[in-house]
Every structure is written in structure tokens, then in C-alpha cells.
T-cell receptor, first 115, second 109 residues
Framework: GAVVSQHPSRVICKSGTSVKIECRSL??????MFWYRQFPKKSLMLMAT?????????EQGVEKDKFLINHASLTLSTLTVTSAHPEDSSFYIC???????????FGAGTRLSVL | GIQVEQSPPDLILQEGANSTLRCNFS?????LQWFHQNPWGQLINLFY???GTKQNGRLSATTVATERYSLLYISSSQTTDSGVYFC???????????FGKGTLLTVNP
């Protein structure tokens, strides 16, 4: 149980284009989903908290107009990297928290490369 | 915010050896999770352990909340145990997790 699916696993795009990443909880309802960014050989940094049906809460320093987050249902959150630039290249990971629980379960991550 | 420190940053073992990884945190927590990040980047839940002791096969973990630290024990290590081990803690009602910098474990055959 508690499986989180993230898609795509890898994406290569041209500078200036937008990329959408999906995060789905497959066997549970996720009131809250989280988006993290990880640089090579570094720790995970929380970008934003996504609550179903409401606006995402962004961490300090994260541009909300660049990283658009939508949490339209209890099983799906999306992260759209708009007008991507090479410095947006990174490993993006989502997690989901079960309703009424504290444990976060993580997707397999998306490796974004912007050329 | 809560500060999380993990030690050691790097650890190299021979297969079959035991090891202890430590996680210190700066404030009281109501959530503590240990993860193993495999070479492909997937974070695998090992333990949810805001307090107490748990065991799962060759792995066990202990959190002493009053002294603000947690330990992850790996016994009879195998090459497949290699990867980065993260400790992540949460202390508020917003369910956020703060990650430590991780311990890179290499188990040699």
C-alpha cells in the first residue's frame, strides 16, 4: 500500500518551453502533497506544499509563477515548470501524506534537463 | 526552523559489517522518518519513528525524543544497502519535513 506514482521519470526540453510533472497517489487519498527539489549529491529541499482544492504554499525563495502547482483532486497534484531555463535542471520529487496520517510517501522522481 | 544534522557524512563498509547512523535535531518533533535513496533516486521509507524503537529485518531504529536524536542500525550489511540514508523531521501542524544532508553508505563485496 501507499504507492505514489510520478511521471515522467525523465524529461529533456528546450529552453523556454514548459514542462508538466504529475504526482499520483495510487491506493490512498492524499489531502496534502509536497514538491521537493534535489541537486546532485545534495539533500532534498521543500519547494511547496499542495493541499487539495486550495492554493499551494510556497517556501521562501521559490518563484510561484515559475513553478505552478495544481492539486485538483485527492489523488493528483501537478508541477509545471514554466519557461524552463538550464538552471531549472534538477531532480524533482513529490510526496503524499495520507489523510489523517503523518507519514510521507515519495514518488520515484523526475529528472529534468533543460537544454 | 528545525536543524537536522546527520553523521557520518560518508561511510564505507565491507559486506557483513554493522553500522550506526545518527540524526540530531534541534527542536522537539512529532514526525521523524528514515529513508534510503537508491541509485536511481527513489526514496524508500524505512521507518516512521518519532519516538521509541522499531525493527525490520536487519534494520532497526531508535529515537530518543527528549535528547533530540535518532539512530539507524544496519546489521550484516549487504552491497544492496549502498546508497544515501536520509533522516527527515517535522515539528509542526503543517506536516512539513526537513531533511538532513544524508549519509552516503558504500558497502563493498
Amino acid at each position: 500500500g501507499a504507492v505514489v506514482s510520478q511521471h515522467p521519470s525523465r524529461v529533456i526540453c528546450k529552453s523556454g518551453t514548459s514542462v508538466k510533472i504529475e504526482c499520483r497517489s495510487l491506493d490512498f487519498q492524499a489531502t496534502t502533497m509536497f514538491w521537493y527539489r534535489q541537486f546532485p549529491k545534495k539533500s532534498l529541499m521543500l519547494m511547496a506544499t499542495s493541499n487539495e482544492g486550495s492554493k499551494a504554499t510556497y517556501e521562501q525563495g521559490v518563484e510561484k509563477d515559475k513553478f505552478l502547482i495544481n492539486h485538483a483532486s485527492l489523488t493528483l497534484s501537478t508541477l509545471t515548470v514554466t519557461s524552463a531555463h538550464p538552471e531549472d535542471s534538477s531532480f524533482y520529487i513529490c510526496s503524499a501524506r495520507t489523510s489523517g496520517g503523518d507519514i510521507q510517501y515519495f514518488g520515484a522522481g523526475t529528472r529534468l534537463s533543460v537544454l | 526552523g528545525i536543524q537536522v544534522e546527520q553523521s557520518p557524512p560518508d561511510l564505507i563498509l565491507q559486506e557483513g559489517a554493522n553500522s550506526t547512523l545518527r540524526c540530531n535535531f534541534s527542536d522537539s518533533v512529532n514526525n521523524l522518518q528514515w529513508f534510503h535513496q537508491n541509485p536511481w533516486g527513489q526514496l524508500i521509507n524505512l521507518f516512521y519513528i518519532p519516538s521509541g524503537t522499531k525493527q525490520n529485518g536487519r534494520l532497526s531504529a531508535t529515537t530518543v525524543a527528549t535528547e533530540r536524536y535518532s539512530l539507524l542500525y544496519i546489521s550484516s550489511s549487504q552491497t544492496t544497502d549502498s546508497g544515501v540514508y536520509f533522516c527527515a523531521v517535522g515539528g509542526g501542524s503543517n506536516y512539513k519535513l526537513t531533511f538532513g544532508k544524508g549519509t552516503l553508505l558504500t558497502v563493498n563485496p
